[in-house]
């Protein structure tokens, strides 16, 4: 009997996924445990497996496409079926794409055939998917024909004349468009004296491995209770202020940006916040985090001091409401109990929905952060 093979959930929170690319066509046999399809949710990537030996008798949505959980979105022809047999079963459901779905189903090209059936490594695999490379235009070394992650690194290093967006670098220009068309967004920044801040990193640091943007991020923990306002997300012109405090921050890899989440951050020590942002951003980069794992956000933190960088303009990580920028600290002259010395400086920039919070309490917000960043 023929085995569906449905669109995964690999978190509480995932709703649907993005069929990356499909690594069998067809046609082709396929082994159980052997690699199938990609898909991505939340801009992580997952590689799905084949639920049972057979051939692939049908894709019932293309690469691309965007398909609800739980949806059968290819059926595998088992033991001796009759592959065009189960396909022809299966081609109505093809025909008829719900509305949700982002892409037309419709039977892959003979391009796209081919191009899903070149061998690589999973690190090629993804590599190539990150830079939005089709993996039948990359020359192959590996034993086997296989295509190995040098393969791929030595096509990104030649001459480009230009390519589409694809992969996460595609998802990210996609969410960046929607967040500036969707949000009236207002950026307002102060300078904190955070000499304090720095000594006690310096004394903490003895103890346990922090970094600044952990001490930040229990401030605007703290801060957030203070100002419930900006703990809030906007959908579909419904806002939704959040009992629960989710600090995003934003991590930068060679592709692209990626905000894994610590839930919770009010509740939790210090120790924990900086156990926890240093494990979310190891998995980050290694390509491990799940679904939930970058999901649950409320209030997003990025920061851009270690590269020298006094005030930004943050995009808001929609649909939250707010977002703060991070900047260097620096070491400047500054009045402190009447006195000119040198004191260590930081600059705040705070990006929020005008359309949701007036300038006034956004301020409110940004001075009370300050406060608790000055000691």
Not at 171 to 181: N, T, Y
Not at 262 to 269: E, F, H, V
Request: aromatic share 4%.
């Amino acid at each position: 009997m023929a085995v569906e093979v449905v669109m995964p959930k690999f978190g509480l929170t995932m709703q649907e996924g993005t069929i990356q690319q499909w690594f069998k066509a067809e046609g082709d046999a396929i082994s159980k445990g052997e690699p199938l399809f990609e898909v991505e949710t939340e801009k992580v990537l997952y590689e799905v497996e084949a639920p049972a030996s057979g051939r692939v008798a049908k894709q019932l949505y293309p690469a691309e496409a965007t398909v609800p959980c739980a949806a059968v979105i290819a059926v595998i022809a088992v033991g001796d079926e009759d592959v065009a047999a189960v396909a022809a079963r299966y081609a109505t459901r093809s025909a008829a794409t719900p509305a949700h779905a982002t892409a037309a189903a419709q039977p892959p090209s003979a391009a796209s055939r081919a191009g899903t059936t070149a061998p690589a490594t999973p690190a090629a695999r993804k590599l190539a998917k990150d830079h939005g490379i089709d993996l039948a235009t990359v020359a192959a070394s590996g034993p086997g024909g296989r295509i190995t992650r040098e393969d791929v690194e030595a096509l990104i290093a030649r001459p480009s004349s230009g390519a589409p967006l694809r992969g996460m670098r595609k998802s990210i220009a996609e969410r960046m468009f929607k967040s500036l068309q969707s949000t009236a967004q207002l950026t307002i920044t102060t300078e904190a004296d955070v000499t304090a801040l720095v000594a006690r990193r310096e004394q903490l640091r003895a103890e346990f491995p922090l970094t600044y943007t952990d001490l930040i991020i229990e401030a605007v923990a703290k801060a957030l209770i203070a100002h419930p306002h900006l703990n809030a997300t906007a959908e579909a012109d419904a806002v939704q202020q959040h009992a629960d405090i989710g600090i995003g921050i934003a991590v930068a890899l060679d592709e692209g940006l990626i905000v894994p989440v610590i839930r919770a951050a009010d509740q939790k020590p210090l120790r924990q916040i900086a156990e926890e942002s240093h494990a979310l951003a190891e998995k980050a980069r290694a390509g491990t985090l799940g679904v939930d794992e970058v999901s649950g956000g409320t209030f997003t933190v990025t920061n851009l001091g270690m590269y020298g960088i006094d005030a930004f303009t943050p995009i808001l990580h929609t649909p939250q409401i707010a977002i703060l920028g991070i900047g260097r600290i620096i070491e400047k002259p500054a009045v402190h109990e009447g006195t000119i010395v040198p004191r260590s400086m930081l600059v705040l920039s705070l990006t929020f929905d005008h359309r949701i919070v007036d300038g006034v309490p956004a301020a409110a917000f940004l001075r009370t952060l300050a406060s608790y960043l000055q000691g």
